[in-house]
């Protein structure tokens, strides 16, 4: 069964910190990891990931997958407030198309 | 402008009444997907349809039923069947059923409550 475990699943921080959440999977034919952004309402798409090693970046946010040892990480530098909220870690694998999410970090930075 | 609609954005029931929570979708989107968001859950997936008049249950099917009639509308209907239906409902869409050069995009969400 496909299963992605994201770590930690809360994370208090203060403006200016830099942070770093992780996704572990495990998955029987990976297609991609998907990170999600969610403050209130819908999901926003952040990064999608396919090959190991390349990073993804878009502004503060980068990040990064690594196929051999089954895991992603999410970076943000210069925290601000505007970066609280949940950020979801999703899989496309395993011959099913559907994608398998974890349970999300919730991220809260405070002024 | 193109997108995801899913109405009502606030239901609230009463127990052992069922509710339907509507979809729609204009991206031309072949696959369409419900997603359930509980605290501290993630989310899960209750049922997808990769194409019109066809759907499979997801992982947390029971209680829920779906229809895929057209492609741009995929309505979920909560019975009373489902013992917790309180929670956050997400509908979502992508191009195409393999997801292998696509993402998913998500509707705004349904609040229902039971009461």
């Known amino acids: 069964e496909d299963k992605v475990v994201q770590s930690p699943l809360s994370l208090v921080v203060h403006e200016g910190d830099t942070v770093t959440l992780n996704c572990s999977y495990e998955?029987?034919?990976?297609?991609?990891l998907l990170w999600y952004k969610q403050e209130k309402k819908a999901p926003t798409f952040l990064f999608m990931l396919?090959?190991?090693?390349i990073e993804k970046k878009s502004g503060r946010l980068s990040s990064i997958l690594d196929k051999k040892e089954l895991f992603s990480i999410l970076n943000i530098t210069a925290t601000q407030t505007g970066d609280s909220a949940i950020y979801l870690c999703?899989?496309?694998?395993?011959?099913?198309?559907?994608?398998?999410f974890g349970k999300g970090t919730k991220l809260t930075v405070n002024p | 402008d193109g997108g995801i609609t899913q109405s009502p954005k606030y239901l609230f029931r009463k127990e052992g009444q069922n509710v339907t929570l509507s979809c729609e979708q204009n991206?031309?989107?072949?696959?369409m997907y419900w997603y359930r968001q509980d605290p501290g859950q993630g989310l899960r997936l209750i049922y997808y349809?990769?194409?019109?008049?066809?759907?499979q249950k997801g992982d947390i099917a029971e209680g829920y039923s779906v229809s895929r009639e057209k492609k741009e509308s995929f309505p979920l209907t909560v019975t009373s069947a489902q013992k917790n239906p309180t929670a956050f409902y997400l509908c979502?869409?992508?191009?195409?059923?393999?997801?292998?050069?696509?993402?998913?995009?998500f509707g705004e969400g349904s609040w229902l409550t039971v009461v």
């Open positions: 979502a869409s992508s191009k195409d059923r393999a997801l292998s050069g696509n993402t998913i995009y």
């Open positions: 998955v029987t034919n990976f297609r991609s």
């Open positions: 396919t090959s190991s090693g």
């Open positions: 999703a899989l496309s694998g395993g011959g099913s198309e559907k994608l398998v």
């Open positions: 991206l031309n989107h072949d696959a």
């Open positions: 349809s990769q194409i019109v008049n066809d759907f």
